[in-house]
């Protein structure tokens, strides 16, 4: 997928246009469904001509654009991924993938490219660290566009030597808590500090994997998650999600189903607070909007620092939900497509659009 830079660059640099943007869900399971993608393309793509006949964009420029976008499908052959997007014009294609989420079908010839649909598949870029295992090691992974990528594991260093009752001494000590030390005590000293390292350098590993503005998923036993999360860096702290639940052997299918669980639970989670934090910022008079004027207007006036759209706002209107995005782009602000909890309360408290604000209208 486009990174948000490359996104912006592409949005920007087809602002004045016509462009036409092509969306497909082309994620099936049955073989016996894999070109039914090509029927609904089709479906909507005579959709599209109507209106573009009804005077609304010029034909022969449409039906060009289009020839681009079928020559690109048919030259893929199978198309992977859960979706695909491609931009054209009457001239050629600017961009064409398969996404790694669903898309909605859209066949749209307009002014500048369609990118409200994009922005959801984009928080599938965001990091996502997992760190699973016990006190002799922890496995180390990364999920990179909804597939967990195993990294290399952290494993402890077990080696005792010999801790037999003569080789430890029994002569007093600037240490007193080693004065008549077991060969079993010391065995058990020795194994604590060996998984304290463990969980140390296992933590600072998958603190860097999930970056600045990723999520931190921590599995395993009671022991080392306990000890892991205790490690877990302020600025994570609302962006990690324990389990008990995974164990080190856990396969490699079942721990990316478990991890995927984990991160749609932190996005919701991180989602909810940032809808309540715009809420309470609008309402005591500070940087924050609700509402579809309100939001319109500060985008407009270029003041938006996050744009906040529910699921239902955007599939009840997405032309607007495609222009506000679009503008939100344009000054290079934050966009998150809301679900879950958060978007239930955007929705009844602000018909389902608001955004957080670099600062007050002049006066207000």
């Known amino acids: 997928m486009l990174a948000r830079p490359e996104l912006v660059r592409l949005y920007r640099d087809l602002a004045d246009q016509a462009v036409l943007s092509v969306y497909l869900d082309v994620g099936q399971t049955d073989p016996a ?15 599209e001509a109507r209106r573009v006949a009804a005077g609304e964009a010029d034909e022969e420029e449409f039906q060009a654009a289009l020839a681009h976008v079928t020559a690109a499908l048919d030259g893929e052959g199978f198309v992977k991924g859960q979706g695909w997007v491609g931009f ?3 001239e050629g294609l600017f961009h064409h993938e398969a996404l790694p989420v669903p898309m909605p ?9 369609r990118v409200a649909p994009y922005v959801r598949g984009l928080k599938r870029l965001r990091p996502v660290s997992l760190a699973v295992g016990d006190r002799r090691r922890i496995r180390l992974f ?10 290399p594991a952290v494993v402890a260093d077990q080696d005792l030597g010999d801790l037999s009752d003569g080789a430890v001494s029994k002569a007093g000590s600037r240490h007193s808590g080693q004065r008549g030390e077991t060969a079993s005590d010391r065995a058990r000293r020795v194994l604590d500090e060996s998984a304290e390292r463990l969980w140390k350098e296992a933590m600072e590993r998958a603190v860097d994997g999930a970056g600045e503005d990723g999520f931190l998923v921590l599995g395993g036993t009671p022991e080392a998650v306990g000890h892991l999360e205790n490690m877990v860096p302020d600025r994570l702290r609302d962006r990690t999600e324990t389990s008990t639940g995974m164990h080190v052997e856990m396969p490699l299918p079942e721990l990316e189903q478990a991890v995927a669980e984990s991160a749609s639970v932190l996005n919701k989670r991180l989602q909810s607070g940032w809808v309540e934090s715009v809420i309470d910022r609008a309402r005591s008079g500070g940087r924050g909007v609700l509402g579809r004027e309100g939001t319109v207007r500060a985008l407009r006036e270029m003041r938006v620092d996050t744009l906040l759209l529910s699921r239902a706002f955007v599939r009840d209107h997405p032309d607007l939900a495609d222009h506000c995005v679009g503008t939100a782009l344009a000054q290079d602000a934050e966009i998150e497509e809301v679900s879950g909890p ?6 009844s408290e602000a018909g389902g659009i608001g955004a957080r604000l670099r600062y007050r209208a002049p006066g207000g």
């Open 33 to 47: 469904q894999r070109r039914a993608w090509k029927t609904r393309l089709e479906h909507e793509a005579s959709l």
């Open 88 to 90: 054209a014009n009457a």
């Open 105 to 113: 079908d859209l066949v749209r010839f307009e002014r500048g490219a």
């Open 142 to 151: 990364a999920l990179q566009e909804g597939r967990l990528v195993e990294l």
């Open 342 to 347: 958060g978007a239930d309360l955007l929705d």
